[in-house]
């Protein structure tokens, strides 16, 4: 992540409007794909009783085998190869894979056990995550108003950990998984697309999946049969690659800052499933804790949309650049 007004490219022609259809196309993309990653909470619970493990396992499977086809279809299976044959890439590939299988285990883990608000959350606090890791991580020096917007995201932590008795601990190892995720992905730029980089990634996660699901079924305690249970632990190949598309078409069609402010609406219907539909409490500090994460939002998007407008030449988003959620 680049910090806005510091080491930006001089040169920027100004971006030619989409016309309004395309926008609109752009805009029912992004929607629908924020809103298939923020009902996922619904669709887990439904493939018990499949361990949080073995549902992952599955989902790393079944991904790849969606995937290879898709490649097929749009004609990037170039791409991927390439990618492959780049021992540079695939080893800082095979981190982030590892990053997005604890980020999906976490994920997983928390929504099948109750823990639908800490999801939530977690993905809530991610942008200001991103901040904090590209000052640590790449020495980027941030406004004022951006350090105010990442204290309000720590103290929301502390009130939620005082508050409620305990460390958001599903909360921090998402966002902390998906930020440093997003930095290695930042990092390889355009060379990787987000098809083929998904596809490369499962390749490296399958040897041990496949290991895994093996071993489970040699010891009787695998649930994957042909059944509805079956075709269900399949469809998570289809969940994890059909939103992914749906996120590159918005992008294509779309300013960025618009996709920016479409990605909080999948943790805003993660919390309304936590709460509405899991039924999970909601005391006062997490309500708290809440309101002090969406103040920091607020602060940091309004703090990007006047910093924009001051350099129309230069294309800087109003919060860190979106990238397509790992759950």
């Not at 018990?48 to 990037?76: D, K, N, Q, Y």
């Not at 994920?107 to 959350?121: E, I, K, Q, R």
Request: with cysteine; glycine share 10%; aromatic share 8%.
């Amino acid at each position: 992540m680049r910090t806005p007004g510091r080491g930006a490219p001089k040169a920027y022609s100004h971006p030619v409007p989409a016309p309004a259809t395309t926008q609109r196309a752009g805009l029912a993309a992004g929607v629908a794909a924020y809103a298939l990653w923020g009902a996922l909470p619904l669709y887990f619970p439904l493939l018990s009783p499949a361990g949080p493990v073995e549902v992952i396992a599955h989902r790393v499977v079944w991904s790849l085998l969606f995937c290879l086809v898709l490649l097929l279809v749009t004609r990037t299976w170039g791409a991927f190869v390439a990618l492959l044959r780049d021992r540079g890439l695939v080893l800082r590939l095979t981190l982030a894979a590892v990053l997005l299988a604890v980020n999906w285990l976490v994920f997983v883990h928390g929504v099948t056990t109750g823990h639908v608000v800490d999801a939530a959350l977690g993905y809530f606090i991610n942008p200001l995550v991103t901040i904090a890791l590209a000052v640590v991580v790449l020495g980027e020096r941030l406004r004022p108003v951006q350090w105010a917007a990442v204290t309000f995201g720590a103290a929301a932590v502390v009130v939620i950990t005082v508050g409620y008795g305990r460390l958001p601990w599903i909360a921090l190892v998402l966002a902390a998984s998906f930020g440093t995720y997003g930095l290695i992905k930042s990092r390889l730029g355009p060379r990787v697309g987000a098809l083929p980089g998904l596809a490369a990634e499962t390749v490296v996660l399958v040897p041990v999946a496949l290991g895994y699901l093996l071993w489970l079924h040699a010891a009787g305690q695998g649930t994957f049969a042909p059944s509805l249970h079956g075709l269900a632990l399949m469809g998570t190949g289809v969940l994890t690659a059909v939103p992914l598309l749906l996120f590159n078409s918005a992008t294509r069609r779309l300013p960025l800052s618009t996709v920016g402010l479409l990605q909080y609406l999948t943790p805003v219907l993660q919390l309304a499933i936590g709460v509405l539909v899991a039924g999970e409490q909601m005391p006062p500090a997490r309500w708290w804790g809440f309101a002090l994460v969406w103040v920091a939002l607020i602060v940091l998007t309004v703090d990007g949309v006047r910093h924009a407008r001051r350099r129309p030449g230069v294309p800087t988003p109003p919060s860190p650049s979106p990238a397509p959620p790992t759950v």
